[in-house]
């Protein structure tokens, strides 16, 4: 091939002269035995940061379209598109453990002891989606609190501590919910509806209970139990001083309107309006639930690759890492919120005007394509 | 447990008496030997079959909604979330292949004989879950036609033709595409703003070529003759004289208005209106796709299950299934679609009539949520 | 298609009149509005039961064939392949999930109050399972020590119960380990060689902490305290006096022999006649971590589809679960077993004598083919 | 963290600085518009070049063990599970697609044009990864031998030609199989035992069609067709003449010796000495297969990006693909080998000699562990 100055060669684009001049195993240097194994794990790793770096760069992006005044309906494509290519490359994430696992413990030993203290507490670009997701400070588990920033360069922790003070996916999703504009609407006001529905069905259910004859006085006076306590969940979400109080324990992290609107989205989500919405909720809860597959299976791992020794970092290894898959969940509040939803049959009607307020009207109204 | 006469149990909701009593090897009957792994045979197919039927339950509601003479704003979320579920199940279809590979071609021999002439040729829920996206008769390959129905029993068959007639996604996805409003929009033509873009884009790169003094004289032709193919491909697009000529020699499947229509969704699919749209065009590419991507995989393991032998229903194996790979599409003119989209950058901007007819109007027309 | 008596009919060989007939939700009977969704509920139910009922097929062929006073080495190759095809299977369980979660809560609700007291935890089949890898009474997690048995029939609950007495996997494996017959080879003692190398590598690793001048004192003594805690747990695996003791407070719960075997295994599987028993030690492992991965998966799956509210079998749902994933663990053993792994390079070679033992002889002892 | 100067730290140790500088989109420099998804598109195959990297390492060592005078059985072991590691990051590049389809066609087309002459059709890696599989000159489709090398610089040509003529696993594997010492051992000669057995099978199958009063005329003469190509086929193996003068015909690849070697280990692979290599003949298979899966997703995949136009680097695009996909295979003659298998009833018995050979003599013989 006769190549013209301004032609672009295939290897020159991708860089690949850098990309794959970047892998420089320690083993079989300064006297050391080659490890045949070492390439794999700094090509898994590397692997990893070039995912990082395309995450980020969604991320960044949603971040950004949903920072504006008001999010613009045709930005929330985009939006759920990004975050829908974020889940499809976290399914690489996890899947990619497998190709790690190839490798035995007695096989990562050849070098394992020429990496310390370096360990992947240290990707900055891992922490930096923990952060723009939402994972901030206080909402990190009690390990995290104290060692976040413990392990990196100076650099590194300024760069991230920069970022704590800007938006994330979970605050600018949470001010998202608190100013949509569906919940009352001209005369209708939801909320009192919904109460109605909530009473009548909790005393359907109570009547159910107090009527069956097949149970035993105990087995009643559980059930009842339970069903106080779904009141009480009810109530809790219905009132706002309530709500704010459960808040301040750390129960829920969403504001008070801002839940009543992601509750409001996946009761009344077949409405054409809240198909984007609704799409935005469930990204958002996939995201979370991808990035606590990912950590469950990491934990896994690393317990069948060290056994009980701590990580090369540091860390105690396997237990410090399952309760980070338990605990460190940005959405909880969107895995908790079937709590509130009641049956469709249930379900208050929305009034006819509300209705086509959250319709197309093009072409005269028709409400249909 | 105690039970309650009204109390359901989990096997019998799910009436596990039948279903794990369905499985009959017929090695280790009639005094031949037992053959360990026809057990994997039975229930590979049997949970190919389940799926199935449950991918049958989403395409017939499918099929239900858009069988109506509009449809609703309402309807396409519900017609959208339950093509991605049979996009999910059909990965799993794919997927499932690795399984039946576990068997080796000597355990297969262990039993094979026995099954002649049986042949997932015969599975009429495969042929249903066919006929409805659209392969019907003339769209089959040449072996289809002459043998879709000839190892089936006669009332398999008569069930069968007797749902060709019936509407299928393909036929009503282009009758749902044909009546798409936006394509004329009161003064608004889009299709000679579209014209014009085209023949603005085609002059630009004639004048690259031409004025590229790096290319010797043959490759200016190469790369003009290609420029003219494009330019009639276009032609063709907008053309219906010729469009319909090039669907008489099955060139493309879809009607003119439809295809006219499927470009313009892909070109404004940033518009609200278009998100379900499109939507739907992605879910009947993609749920192609993967039935394509089934059969690359399960025609390579055929081969690698029985090398040159024919099949146990009496095809020509591997051959004939890689030919329906490449041949029986249902939506190839979606694949192709690419062909007539031009730059973001060249496309005509859409008038603000348009654009507000593309979008919400709750809460007074913001326009944004 | 003209059909003899004897010909194998797709249809009736898969009895597909009996399995695609035995899914029946129970909505849109008795007064009840049809809900969509249901049929997907049953549905995956039903593979799932049926991919159950395979693995339970191989697996009692597997623990069949360990059973025998002495695993023929051609059996190892049956063994090895069958425990493959679970796992491959066990992926398809887990990777089905996706399937479940295109459910959403509020359809769920529909039909979800119908199936009270039913229960996924009334599979006998998946308890089945569980009883034959090893997961008897003692070693469940306190719950299921409880509740076990509790929702089943009778006629399930004897027939569960008449299994704990027979082998499961784990006892099979721990007693195969147990004779494994290379430990000590004539006048070669493996473990006196192994102790010798563990002693001059935690004497090598003390002289490195102490003459580190830059560690901080506290530095040094903490790296000491942990370089004490890998001496015990050394000491531990080669006094079975104390491994006995760890192992009656639960800390282990393979046997002293069967524990050093497997250590061996590891640490010496690159020798031809190790191949097989390396490849079982690893399944054993992936059963168990798939197992574990889907337990996690279906935990998350759980706390998204109910939230708060409790099973429809009345366990607290997503917290019970999660604590199943962490804790029942078959053969945790072999994940810590890399605690006991010392380098390749600190490993003591084999006798020759040794060493042509565990290799092939065929055509005059070349050691290779 | 105060670092010491010999301080492992996890971002040099991968070479982050490099590694996460060498993504430099085209779009958004030189006055263009920037295209938000070009970061994608660097990104996806980068990772692609990143796991061919890893591909290569580990190829190249099954290369060196395999090139030996003779493999040590212990090498069996590594080499299989190196090619088990292969598969696994086969299978992710595989899946990989998903995540490139993320990108819609009109989102590639913003910044396609930039990319010209470029195009995947260079990755030296790949081809690297081919030639060293076996994909050498003669094998390749025609399109391949014209222009395998057409669009290269230099370098990269001088670099892969100078490959063609070192040893690939193809060349490799058949010059072991031919080497297998089983088939004669001693006086015993397999393939007169073989013979015989055909020969019996086929009598058999004779006389079931020609005693079988249900069939037409027609159809029986069919049928004997069908057994009598079953019998060319069986002597064309069995006699090296005619098997040669296939291979000339370029119907069979392998060597004579090694294609009944590799036919031999199938039918008798549940000897111990035979698990290892028939690991390796399903190893090899399993990497073309998956090799083949990408090339058939990659090409449906090129299809939906860019329809009827043509590749950036003048390929004819999803024509030219899917021909790879049919064709370029290294070990076809591996799935075509089930031709040759007769069932384990039928299979001669080995004479107690030849499976004592081929079994384990550890602890005096008793053939178990």
Same mark, same amino acid.
């Given at each position: *091939?006769?190549?013209?100055?301004?032609?672009?060669?295939?290897?020159?684009?991708?860089?690949?002269?850098?990309? @794959?001049?970047?892998?420089?195993?320690?083993?079989?240097?300064?006297?050391?035995?080659?490890?045949?194994?070492?390439?794999?794990?700094?090509?898994?790793?590397?692997?990893?940061?070039?995912?990082?770096?395309?995450?980020?760069?969604?991320?960044?992006?949603?971040?950004?379209? *949903?920072?504006?005044?008001?999010?613009?309906?045709?930005?929330?494509?985009?939006?759920?598109?990004?975050?829908?290519?974020?889940?499809?490359?976290?399914?690489?994430?996890?899947?990619?453990?497998?190709?790690?696992?190839?490798?035995?413990?007695?096989? %990562?030993?050849?070098?394992?002891?020429? @990496?310390?203290?370096?360990?992947?507490?240290?990707?900055?670009?891992?922490?930096?989606?923990?952060?723009?997701?939402?994972?901030?400070?206080?909402?990190?588990?009690?390990?995290?609190?104290?060692?976040?920033?413990?392990?990196?360069?100076?650099?590194?922790?300024?760069?991230?501590?920069?970022? #704590?003070?800007?938006?994330?996916?979970?605050?600018? @999703?949470?001010?998202?919910?608190?100013?949509?504009?569906?919940?009352?609407?001209?005369?209708?006001?939801?909320?009192?509806?919904y109460?109605g529905a909530v009473d009548a069905m909790l005393?359907r259910d109570?009547?159910?209970?107090?009527?069956?004859?097949?149970?035993?006085?105990?087995?009643?006076?559980?059930?009842?139990? #339970?069903?106080?306590?779904?009141?009480?969940?009810?109530?809790?979400?219905?009132?706002?001083?309530?709500?704010?109080?459960?808040?301040?324990?750390?129960?829920?992290?969403?504001?008070?309107?801002?839940? @009543?609107?992601?509750?409001?989205?996946?009761l009344?989500?077949?409405?054409?309006?809240?198909?984007?919405?609704?799409?935005?909720? *469930?990204?958002?809860?996939?995201?979370?639930?991808?990035?606590?597959?990912?950590?469950?299976?990491?934990?896994?791992?690393?317990?069948?690759?060290?056994?009980?020794?701590?990580?090369?970092?540091?860390?105690?290894?396997?237990?410090?890492? *399952?309760?980070?898959?338990?605990?460190?969940?940005?959405?909880?509040?969107?895995?908790?919120?079937?709590?509130?939803l009641i049956r469709r049959s249930d379900l208050p009607?929305?009034?006819?005007?509300?209705?086509?307020?959250?319709? %197309?009207?093009?072409?005269?109204? #028709?409400?249909?394509?």
């Amino acid at each position: *091939m006769k190549r013209n100055e301004e032609d672009v060669y295939y290897g020159d684009y991708l860089q690949l002269d850098k990309l @794959l001049d970047a892998q420089h195993p320690v083993s079989g240097t300064a006297g050391r035995a080659a490890a045949h194994d070492e390439m794999l794990f700094v090509v898994v790793h590397q692997v990893y940061e070039l995912w990082f770096k395309q995450i980020l760069h969604e991320l960044r992006s949603v971040v950004c379209l *949903m920072a504006r005044e008001r999010i613009e309906e045709r930005s929330l494509g985009t939006i759920n598109a990004r975050c829908a290519r974020i889940r499809k490359i976290q399914k690489l994430l996890v899947d990619q453990i497998d190709v790690m696992e190839t490798m035995t413990p007695l096989d %990562f030993m050849d070098f394992r002891d020429y @990496l310390v203290p370096a360990s992947g507490f240290q990707s900055v670009q891992f922490k930096e989606i923990e952060i723009l997701l939402g994972l901030k400070g206080e909402y990190r588990i009690d390990f995290d609190k104290a060692c976040f920033y413990s392990r990196l360069t100076e650099g590194h922790r300024e760069y991230l501590q920069g970022m #704590e003070s800007g938006p994330s996916l979970f605050e600018l @999703l949470d001010r998202w919910l608190g100013r949509m504009p569906f919940l009352d609407y001209e005369q209708y006001a939801f909320w009192d509806e919904y109460r109605g529905a909530v009473d009548a069905m909790l005393a359907r259910d109570r009547g159910i209970i107090t009527g069956n004859t097949g149970m035993t006085g105990g087995e009643r006076e559980a059930e009842l139990a #339970e069903l106080e306590k779904t009141r009480e969940r009810f109530d809790t979400l219905l009132d706002e001083g309530r709500y704010e109080a459960a808040r301040g324990r750390g129960e829920v992290r969403l504001s008070h309107r801002a839940m @009543l609107a992601a509750v409001f989205i996946h009761l009344y989500r077949d409405e054409p309006i809240l198909h984007g919405p609704f799409g935005l909720l *469930m990204n958002a809860l996939e995201i979370d639930e991808l990035l606590t597959t990912w950590r469950a299976r990491h934990a896994i791992m690393v317990q069948r690759m060290i056994g009980h020794k701590i990580g090369t970092g540091g860390s105690s290894g396997h237990g410090y890492l *399952m309760r980070t898959t338990e605990n460190n969940r940005v959405f909880l509040d969107l895995y908790n919120l079937p709590t509130f939803l009641i049956r469709r049959s249930d379900l208050p009607a929305l009034p006819d005007e509300v209705k086509r307020g959250l319709g %197309f009207y093009f072409g005269g109204g #028709e409400g249909d394509v």
